[in-house]
């Protein structure tokens, strides 16, 4: 279920998979990171602890190492200012 739901990666990708320019506003990047933390909770909402499998757990992991870098580039870019 979670590669299913959890399939794509969820960085600074637009609708038609290309990249987006760097977000600079403060409002615009607690946005991004609220609906990333979002899609994070609906997929561990929708693992099936019975049937969840060592990839399952590694999605989980790689998705908030994926918040935590968009955070540390979020500081950075807050930091250059």
């Not at 977000?23 to 933390?37: A, F, G, M, P, T």
């Not at 929708?46 to 992991?61: H, K, P, V």
Request: net charge negative.
């Amino acid at each position: 279920m979670i590669a299913y739901l959890a399939i794509f990666r969820y960085d600074d990708l637009d609708e038609r998979g290309g990249n987006v320019k760097a977000i600079y506003d403060k409002n615009k990047q607690v946005q991004y990171l609220k609906e990333r933390l979002e899609i994070f909770l609906e997929v561990l909402e929708a693992i099936d602890e019975e049937t969840a499998d060592l990839e399952d757990i590694d999605r989980l992991i790689q998705m908030i190492d994926d918040i935590e870098e968009k955070l540390e580039q979020f500081k950075h870019r807050y930091e250059e200012e």
